[in-house]
């Protein structure tokens, strides 16, 4: 196989696909591994882009992105620039991703670097000639700064502003405070800058804690599970960019198993259009996307793979941590994604074909929370009203899809239990 990208656009008679480059060009439009940064192809969060772009629009107002991991943050932070020049007088964007070794001064310094100019300079002799010298902001920082010496470099700037700080939760908590600080200075003295924090994080007191003080100049943003229309968005843009198609079946089944993460909207649309390639097929049915699950579960993170080694592990035969994993998996959430244990028995009822009470497995939950474990679960609430959710969200659709292909449930009991 060779990797030229396939002409856009219907095949037909005339226009055949070149197979080759078709298997290939179908992981440039379907991305697991990295956010999206072609606007093209980003689909849905009508709501939240609009809330986002109000913000900018608004002198004085700012805005803090937060949610799950895996929900698609960095993908609208990526488009961002693109919805905007759009919308609006064209504006300069800077978008960074924090660590855990950044301080306040670092975070800013990176995110002025981003923001460039070209100026000519007439170069020395008698006939002398021009030439383009780049600068960016991060030029103009003292060796030390604060929030007031980086709003007074943004207050210079002729244009408007965007500073975009991905992964914010990642920062040390101990810098967070500059940033409330300068958020606050941007919007006391009308500063056509705007800051826009992304981070995991289910309230926005994890992200600030202290962010009372700018309460009124921020604008805050929750980025929850896509929903289904959002995740058939996907499927359908990626299938039209690539010149296929999903039949209905086929579709509905991948927005399902997607759990609402864009991610496996991805995983799954990747291998089950290259399925369909490979029978030389544009049409995309249910036996590729059976397909795809096995490759999604071969080909997922090793990190995931490693963790549910370690989650299901056990000395005893009758264990069972594989089992009540799946039925975790396929238990009632919450908005937040919590469930109870009661919401665990009938789901592992189904999977075993025979009645399973709490206390049979109340043991198994326990366990799954503990670091030899990963830990899988995180758990709160007091002894009897304690709630569960999978620490990392992408694990979840991972251990539905793994049962899926082992036959520990099949898919008229999937949706069956999806739609009790």
């Known amino acids: 196989m060779t990797d030229e990208q396939p002409p856009a656009g219907e095949h037909n008679e005339s226009n055949p696909p070149d197979w080759n480059s078709l298997y290939y060009a179908a992981s440039s439009v379907f991305t697991p591994a990295s956010p ?11 709501s939240q882009v609009s809330k986002v772009i109000d913000a900018i629009n608004q002198s004085g107002q700012h805005a803090v992105l937060y949610g799950e991991r895996g929900v698609g943050k960095t993908s609208l932070a990526n488009v961002l620039a693109a919805f905007l020049n759009n919308s609006s007088a064209k504006v300069a964007v ?26 000519q300079r007439q170069t020395a002799g008698f006939v002398g000639t021009a030439e ?23 207050a210079g700037v002729s244009v408007a502003t965007i500073l975009v700080f991905d992964e914010f939760d990642r920062l040390p908590p101990k810098h967070v405070r500059a940033f409330t600080d300068l958020i606050k200075g941007l919007s006391d003295y009308s500063v056509r800058s705007t800051i826009v924090i992304v981070g995991v994080a289910d309230t926005i007191d994890q992200l600030i804690r202290d962010h009372a003080s700018i309460e009124r100049a921020i604008v805050q943003v929750l980025l929850p599970r896509m929903e ?57 049915q249910m036996q590729d996307v059976e397909s795809g699950i096995r490759a999604s579960v071969d080909n ?11 989650a299901i592990s056990s000395s005893h035969r009758a264990a069972l941590f594989q089992q009540v994993l799946l039925a975790c998996a396929l238990a009632k959430k919450d908005p937040l994604s919590y469930f109870q244990a009661a919401d665990v028995a009938g789901p592992l009822s189904r999977i075993m074909n025979k009645a399973y009470a ?28 304690q709630r569960y959710r999978f620490c990392n969200p992408l694990f979840e659709p991972f251990i539905i899809m793994n049962g899926l292909s082992l036959k520990l449930i099949d898919e008229t009991s999937l949706a069956e239990l999806k739609s009790a």
């Open 36 to 46: 999206i940064v072609d606007v093209e192809l980003f689909s849905g969060r009508i």
């Open 94 to 119: 800077s978008k960074i991703n924090c660590d855990a070794a950044d301080t306040f001064q670092s975070a800013c310094k990176k995110s002025l670097q981003e923001l460039r100019w070209v100026a």
């Open 132 to 154: 383009d010298l780049q600068h960016n902001l991060s030029e103009q920082l003292p060796e030390q700064c604060g929030p007031n010496e980086v709003r007074l470099i943004l």
């Open 358 to 385: 709490i206390p049979a497995f109340a043991r198994h939950l326990k366990k799954l929370c503990d670091n030899d474990r990963g830990p899988v679960l995180e758990r709160i609430g007091p002894e009897r009203r």
């Open 228 to 284: 289904t229309k959002e995740i058939r968005e996907i499927l359908t843009k990626g299938a039209d960019r690539l010149g296929v198609q999903f039949d209905r079946p086929a579709r509905e089944h991948i927005a399902h198993l997607a759990h609402g993460l864009p991610h496996y909207a991805h995983l799954v649309g990747l291998h089950s259009v290259r399925s369909g390639i490979q029978r030389r097929s544009l049409m995309i």
């Open 300 to 310: 997922a993170q090793q990190s995931i793979k490693a963790l549910y080694h370690a």
